[in-house]
C-alpha cells in the first residue's frame, strides 16, 4: 500500500505541482497547462482525477473521505473550466494534493 501512496504522490504532484513560476514560490501542473484547452483538457485532468480518487478507495479510504475527495475533483473540474481564469483557480485550488493530504491522514489514524 505504501507504493500506491507513492504512485499517487508523484501524479498528484505532476498535476499539480510539476513546475515553478520563475523568481516565485509559486507551483503549477499538468492540470494548470491542460486545462488551457477549452472542455477536452479540463475533462482530461479530472478523468485522471478521479483516478487518483478510485486508487486511494482501493487503499481504504471510506465513503466520507471518497465523497469529500470527489467533492475536490468536481470543484477543480468546474473552476478550471473556465477560459485563463480556470488555469489560475487551477495554479491555486490544486485539488489532487488536496486529496492526497487528504488520504494520507486518512490513513495515519
Known amino acids: 500500500m505504501a507504493r500506491a501512496i507513492v504512485e499517487l504522490d508523484l501524479l498528484a504532484a505532476l498535476l499539480d505541482a510539476r513546475w515553478r513560476i520563475p523568481g ?3 507551483r503549477f ?3 494548470a497547462l491542460v486545462g488551457l484547452v ?7 485532468t479530472g478523468l485522471v482525477s478521479a ?4 486508487r486511494a478507495r482501493n487503499c ?16 477543480d473540474t468546474v473552476g478550471g473550466s473556465v477560459p485563463i481564469l ?6 491555486y485550488f490544486k ?6 493530504r487528504l488520504l ?5 489514524r
Open 24 to 26: 516565485t514560490s509559486i
Open 38 to 44: 477549452p472542455v477536452l483538457g479540463d475533462v482530461a
Open 104 to 108: 494520507r491522514r486518512h490513513l495515519q
Open 29 to 31: 501542473g499538468l492540470d
Open 60 to 75: 481504504g479510504a471510506g465513503n466520507g473521505l471518497v465523497a469529500r475527495m470527489l467533492g475536490n475533483v468536481l470543484l
Open 86 to 91: 480556470g488555469s489560475i483557480f487551477d495554479i
Open 51 to 54: 483516478y487518483i480518487v478510485m
Open 95 to 100: 485539488a489532487n494534493n488536496r486529496n492526497i
